[in-house]
């Protein structure tokens, strides 16, 4: 079993707001590949900046071997797409179904040949798989997304690219030189700087763009430079104690005060939670950032989840609440104390306004040409930060927009492998219906269960039920269903068998199936087989109960039920076990949010469902 390795880069880019890829390697050694070359592009677009990033890596292999690659991005940025270099041939990443695309990937490398597949791990981290890497040529892969400028000072400057090492191998080349780096602009005559650093003038209070999408609405980005609106200097802010500790409680974990009191007196106000930032003091636990600080000489304490930012402006309201006017669904990130980037859509491309801090700017969004990078900007947050019931919306929402979600998955497949693998799938589809269809007729010509009454079971609680008897050296066998009438079994062997449907009609109880066997000196064996026809959805009770530092959801229903889910807002699964008769309890992750539903299924297959809400 091939397990997964992450190799973290540093705290710098986590922090920042480029791409970065954290690791590269050999997933069955977990050996980096070493870097060659890095040649980044970068447009930018008002305060967006599209960002296109090809990585090469020397593939020192002789044999068949698969590359793993982690990779980063800013959590106001959106990715657009990823791709690799197949020898010569350029492969491009499709959005698609999760399971679906895994299940592609599973078939088509199982003939050892060579699809990519790029997963969401959480809204700003990706984890891609590429089997095999043609043996002769490097490993080539290309990254592209959408972002938002970097405030600094009195200037929006372009994310600068840095070199992806993974940390702690030795043999990963540190003498690699400056990334090639370009940078493109719509108006070129706003672009400053040269290749050590890019930037544009601060455009005033508010900029922003907007981009018309294929469903008609006008969807916008900007960011609102609170600079003019608040001066975040004049509030002290001190970090009185910091804590990493496991989420549950337990001994163990670490202070780390000192490391969130440098962030924070460095300009970094919000901090991720994450073992890339503070290590990982207790392998293998869930964690929590656990800080108490001081604004103006108010102390307060917050604690955020693994894999979630603490936020000591947000946390201090120095930058205030923003409204907006006409803008629906609009979603905020705040980048820095002064800065604040926003995404939502209108109706038409029109005047709106904001008010922060009890001002209020009208601004007109300017419109730029059609595409959806604005659209991606804005879905991104939506399916990083709104609270969904159904995976099957997030799933229709991740492939409208074209953002990756964690019902989908980026696979990339040369033409000629995903065309034999839809002519063999088609196929065997084919091959699979004609055998059903033979075996349904078949059986139908040998039963007639009740007549002219209705036999549609597949739209009724009912069944196609197996009859499976062993009677050794049998001349003939029948079985006589509960309406008396009699169906011939087949003989294979020594076993002698056959179906019969279940009308639709038939009500809930136990029957019984007479099986009747000749043998060749005239006399006869009976046995009995019996069946439950069961079309009642169980039924339950759910509530969360605390036990110590714990939340535990536990369901009361029916004993021996076969299988209770609780499914969350992000579409997760929490398996329940049967701990007592009739008892199902799981633990809830201290982080969730939102309502859960319990799926209750039997062993008929009857489902039912309860809802749970979680605590805020």
């Known amino acids: 079993m091939r397990t997964y390795l992450t190799i973290l880069a540093g705290v710098a880019s986590s922090l920042g707001f480029g791409q970065s890829v954290s690791s590269v390697y050999n997933r069955d050694t977990h050996v980096p590949f070493k870097l060659k070359n890095v040649s980044v592009e970068s447009t930018v677009i008002g305060p967006m900046v599209r960002t296109s990033t090809w990585l090469t890596y020397e593939n020192p292999y002789k044999t068949l071997t698969e590359a793993t690659l982690n990779f980063d991005m800013p959590e106001a940025a959106a990715l657009g797409g990823f791709a690799y270099l197949y020898g010569d041939e350029y492969v491009r990443g499709r959005l698609m179904d999760k399971n679906k695309a895994w299940f592609i990937y599973t078939a088509i490398t199982s003939r050892n040949r060579d699809p990519g597949i790029m997963e969401q791990w959480s809204p700003t981290n990706y984890h891609c798989q590429i089997f095999p890497i043609k043996m002769g040529s490097d490993l080539r892969v290309r990254l592209w997304t959408v972002g938002m400028l970097e405030p600094s000072g009195d200037k929006l400057n372009v994310p600068k690219p840095s070199v992806p090492r993974a940390v702690g191998y030795e043999a990963v080349d540190s003498t690699i030189a400056k990334p090639d780096w370009s940078v493109l602009g719509v108006r070129p005559d706003e672009l400053k700087g040269n290749a050590d650093q890019y930037s544009v003038d601060l455009p005033g209070a508010v900029s922003a763009v907007a981009q018309k999408f294929k469903d008609g609405r006008v969807y916008v980005a900007g960011m609102i430079h609170t600079a003019a609106l608040n001066d975040g200097s004049k509030h002290k802010v001190e970090i009185v104690k910091a804590r990493y500790e496991p989420a549950n409680g337990d001994a163990g974990g670490e202070d780390v005060t000192l490391k969130v009191a440098d962030l924070t007196a460095s300009g970094h106000y919000s901090i991720p939670a994450t073992n890339k930032v503070f290590g990982d003091p207790t392998p293998g636990k869930y964690k929590r950032l656990q800080v108490t600080f001081r604004v103006d000489g108010v102390e307060q304490t917050h604690t955020v989840a693994e894999n979630r930012n603490f936020t000591v402006l947000g946390n201090a ?60 900007l804005w879905a991104q947050q939506m399916l990083a930060n709104n609270t969904w019931m159904r995976v099957k919306d997030v799933l229709s929402f991740s492939l409208k927009y074209g953002v990756p979600s964690n019902a989908t998955a980026l696979l990339a497949v040369p033409d000629e492998e995903m065309k034999l693998y839809r002519a063999k799938e088609k196929e065997f589809q084919k091959a699979e219906a004609a055998k059903r269809r033979a075996e349904l007729a078949n059986e139908r010509q040998r039963r007639n269960w009740a007549g002219a009454r209705n036999q549609n079971w597949n739209s009724s609680g009912g069944g196609d039920p197996e009859i499976r008897v062993q009677i050794p050296g049998a001349k003939s066998v029948d079985a006589i269903l509960p309406d008396r009438r009699v169906l011939p079994l087949k003989v294979d062997g020594d076993t002698w068998g056959g179906n019969f449907e279940i009308p639709a009609d038939a009500a809930e109880g136990t029957y019984s199936v007479r099986v009747m066997a000749h043998m060749p000196d005239g006399s006869t064996v009976e046995r009995s087989w019996t069946y439950q026809v069961d079309r009642t959805a169980p039924k339950g009770e759910a509530k969360l109960i605390s036990e110590g530092s714990k939340v535990i959801l536990e369901v009361k229903s029916e004993q021996g039920l076969a299988e209770v889910v609780a499914y969350t807002a992000d579409g997760s699964r929490l398996v329940l076990r049967e701990e007592n008769p009739g008892v ?33």
């Not at 930058?319 to 990130?333: D, E, I, P, R």
Request: glycine content about 8%; aromatic content about 8%.
């Open 317 to 376: 309201e120095l930058s205030g609440n923003t409204t907006f006017f006409k803008l629906h669904q609009a979603k905020t990130v705040q980048l820095d104390p002064k800065t604040v980037a926003f995404s939502g859509w209108l109706r038409r491309n029109q005047q709106m306004a904001a008010r922060f801090q009890g001002i209020r700017y009208s601004f007109k969004p300017k419109l730029i040409s059609k595409g959806n990078d604005t659209a991606r």
């Open 584 to 616: 199902y309890r799981v633990e809830v992750p201290a982080d969730l949010k939102g309502r859960l539903t319990v799926v209750l299924k039997d062993r008929a297959g009857n489902k039912g469902e309860l809802l749970c809400s979680l605590p805020h």
